[in-house]
């Protein structure tokens, strides 16, 4: 059996004029050190992740998985979200998939050979690359 | 007289023979000159008592909150079974969790069964989700500027109703349009005004892994600094934090969605799922009352009944 904690009332937290409380990984007052989120370094920046021969990627804990995938053109890639949030796979100069809920998944087939990066439009702080090779 | 002015007349009175006295109102020190009047520091402003709501996320599915729309609506009952009827109720964002028209539909028609003196609301990242803000924009953005951005006085209190978390503009962002328009907004403002800013992500690197800040805040909270008192309420986090940092006061409010895992405690910021017995110690409503006395707001978050 389940224990409910005693409520402690209405007032669970009354902050005013003073009450400052310890933040854990927060810097004091630290926008100005802070990376901007749109600048942060993704998986899809690092050098080091060779792309991944797939056309399955996995949306899960709010990264692409693999983030760097290769596909032969004409392939379909297939986004399947397994996180408790909604995302998007918004992939540049191609309309942006419907928000996609827990199990959901988006296929898209790329056709000229490059390559495409692409990022959940809400939360673009995910970003992914598919390279397309020519078949 | 009222109690502001006799306490300034006593204090100056105290002084008498200084020359200039020093009283401390509203967070700011104001000289009174001898013999003149004794005036409040926030002059012009009187009590006001507002809610703030946050992140119902209209259209969630999930174990974290299998009925968002019925937790939401119990937000409201609570509101309306207040002991007094708020000036007006803010919805800090995340309105909807996938910006259908169905959803957007569904939070306005509950919005209106609030009993307030108004109600108003600003963006968050899940009311835009493929970026596009029309739709938004569309129900909810008719007075505002921009991307969604207004502002409002109440009591003697401006408020501002900011945007910074609409893909268009990046996420954790102001954007320059958007500072430009607070710096003009603010400019005729006097220094003993009151500042009450509403933004969905919190304006302090609350955890900017996670995308828990804004990058620019720094340069609105700048244009803020001459203000004796700041005090910005956020949402995004759908937990309750409190930070000050000199004049500005910093508060986010818990969701009625679903509550999220504190700072670095979870793999991922995403819903987190606790025993459904449980969920309504996780979310509720903020409770804010501006003292004309004080100049302060102070926040009483409540969970739901």
């Known amino acids: ?135 | 007289m009222t109690e502001i002015d006799r306490r300034g007349f006593l204090k100056c009175m105290a002084w008498a023979g200084t020359g200039v006295a020093w009283t401390v109102a509203g967070g700011l020190l104001s000289g009174c000159e001898l013999g003149g009047t004794s005036k409040p520091a926030a002059a012009k402003t009187r009590d006001l008592y507002f809610v703030q709501i946050s992140d119902s996320h209209i259209g969630f599915k999930g174990p974290a909150n299998q009925d968002v729309t019925g937790t939401f609506s119990g937000a409201i009952d609570q509101i309306n079974a207040l002991p007094s009827r708020p000036g007006f109720v803010m919805h800090t964002g995340d309105l909807t969790h996938t910006s259908t028209a169905a959803e957007f539909d569904t939070v306005k028609q509950m919005m209106s069964t609030i009993k307030a003196g108004g109600t108003f609301q600003v963006p968050g990242e899940h009311d835009a989700v493929t970026g596009d803000d029309q739709a938004y924009l569309g129900i909810f953005g008719k007075n505002a500027t921009g991307s969604g951005y207004y502002s409002f006085d109440m009591a003697g209190v401006h408020f501002l109703a900011l945007v910074n978390s609409v893909a268009t503009q990046g996420m954790g962002h102001l954007g320059q349009a958007q500072l430009d328009w607070i710096r003009k907004d603010l400019s005729g403002l006097s220094s003993d005004t009151p500042i009450v800013v509403f933004a969905h992500v919190p304006l302090f690197a609350m955890y900017p892994a996670w995308g828990w800040s804004t990058d620019d805040a720094m340069q609105a909270l700048a244009m803020m600094k001459r203000f004796a008192a700041v005090t910005c309420l956020n949402g995004h986090v759908h937990q309750v934090m409190s930070k000050v940092e000199g004049n500005v006061t910093f508060h986010t409010a818990r969701a009625t969605g679903f509550p999220q895992p504190k700072p670095g405690e979870a793999p991922n910021p995403g819903p987190l799922t606790v025993p459904s017995n449980l969920l309504h110690q996780a979310i509720g409503i903020a409770e804010a009352r501006f003292s004309a006395r004080t100049g302060h707001v102070a926040v009483i978050d409540d969970t739901l009944p």
């Open chain 1, 1 to 135: 059996m389940v224990r409910i904690p005693a409520r402690t009332g209405p007032l669970a937290v009354v902050a005013a004029v003073a009450g400052v409380l310890a933040l854990a990984g927060c810097g004091s007052h630290g926008q100005a050190a802070a990376p901007p989120i749109h600048d942060m370094p993704s998986a899809a920046d690092t050098p080091a992740s060779a792309p991944v021969a797939t056309t399955s990627v996995d949306i899960v804990n709010f990264a692409f998985t693999p983030a760097v995938i290769t596909v032969r053109s004409g392939a379909a890639v297939t986004w399947t979200n397994k996180d408790a949030d909604a995302h998007t796979v918004g992939i540049t100069g191609a309309p942006v998939s419907r928000p996609l809920q827990t199990g959901e998944a988006y296929v898209h087939t790329f056709g000229q050979p490059g390559t495409y990066s692409y990022k959940c439009t809400i939360h673009p702080q995910m970003r992914g690359t598919v390279v397309v090779t020519s078949t």
